[in-house]
């Protein structure tokens, strides 16, 4: 250990006291949330460029269960561990202070509110690189802070880099009531389009709430057959077959993949490499993404909250020890929103 971390975890501990803490661990890849418990771990100590944070509050994104169940096989492969997790805590987005920084950290310091993307936010602290973490959004509480930093950062990325929405564009946003999708219905709003979500009847109102101009209901009847076409589709996590999903678009129509579900344990983007495959030989632009996780896209929407034009919806906050509840009530597809742990 050199001087300067030595220093480092020094500085750390006098700060935050004791040097272990509560933590959602899982030592074995599993489908099911009994994979996860709370324990008593060693806190993580803080290199150079990262801050160690407080959590105050942790978000629940789908990428918490791919990361618990390894599966698609692929992400083990990523380097997140090919047997077991290499990384034993899970939770990736979180709001809270900064309760030490590193050598090179100048613009963050113990006590600023912040929120941003590290490995392992369920638990007490978590360090994070500062190339993730910005000041937390003025006016918002910890829990709808930490319900941004994944799901708002991707909704950001496909609408206005991948989608690139322009003022007066038709943009259709397949899964507006989840945790990405509420956000994209706002953010494409925000960006001058004309928005019709698509949602089950329970969240209709939801999605209208979010200033969408028009909310389909996908359990009355098939909502990608009438005659409307649009300029950008955005798929967030669902299973509708390419083609039908081409048949939604202008002839120079732009598909965007976020996310879903189908394609088994082994592969997992069947249709996103389909998807890709095939663009470069139509007229419409047909592909997906990897979220870039960035303060920069922190900071840009920082800017969308506290001008009013985007507002995290939280549908339940669940305390840390339930963290298993909170994950499994996020896959069951019932959040009106994100769901959140409160630690």
């Known amino acids: 250990m050199t001087a300067d971390r030595t220093a480092e975890q020094a500085t750390s501990e006098q700060t935050t006291g004791s040097t272990t803490m509560r933590a959602v661990v899982q030592d074995v890849y599993g489908p099911t949330e009994d994979v996860l418990r709370l324990e008593q771990i060693p806190r993580p100590a803080i290199g150079a460029g990262h801050v160690l944070v407080q959590v105050a509050a942790a978000g629940v994104d789908r990428g918490v269960w791919h990361l618990m169940a390894g599966e698609p096989y692929a992400i083990r492969l990523a380097g ?77 990325q496909a609408v206005r880099d991948q989608g690139k929405v322009r003022p007066g564009q038709k943009v259709l946003v397949i899964g507006a009531s989840g945790g990405v999708g509420t956000f994209a219905v706002q953010i494409a709003k925000a960006f001058g389009a004309e928005v019709t979500g698509v949602s089950s009847t329970a969240k209709v109102d939801l999605v209208r709430s979010l200033g969408a101009d028009r909310v389909l209901d996908y359990t009355a009847g098939d909502v990608l057959g009438g005659p409307e076409r649009y300029d950008v ?22 598909l965007v993949i976020v996310g879903g579900e189908a394609g088994g344990r082994w592969l997992g983007i069947r249709r996103q ?14 592909g997906t993404f990897i979220n870039s996780e960035n303060a920069a896209d922190l900071v840009a929407l920082t800017g969308l909250v506290e001008s009013g034009r985007v507002t995290p919806v939280v549908d339940r906050t669940f305390p840390l020890g339930e963290a298993p509840a909170a994950v499994a009530h996020m896959r069951l597809g019932r959040a009106r929103g994100k769901v959140v742990v409160t630690v």
Do not use: C, H, W
């Open 80 to 156: 997140f561990g090919v047997r077991v997790p290499k990384n034993r805590v899970r939770g990736s987005e979180f709001a809270g202070r900064v309760a030490a920084v590193g050598a090179d950290v100048t613009t963050l310091q113990p006590g600023d509110e912040v929120f941003g993307i590290g490995a392992g936010s369920f638990a007490e602290y978590v360090v994070a690189p500062m190339g993730k973490v910005a000041l937390k959004p003025a006016g918002l509480t910890f829990e709808q802070a930490a319900a941004m930093p994944v799901s708002a950062s991707t909704a950001l």
């Open 233 to 254: 589709v955005l798929d967030i996590g669902g299973n509708t077959p390419l083609r039908r999903l081409r048949r939604a678009l202008t002839a120079t129509g732009t």
């Open 273 to 286: 490499l389909l998807a890709m495959v095939l663009s470069p030989f139509v007229g419409q632009k047909l």
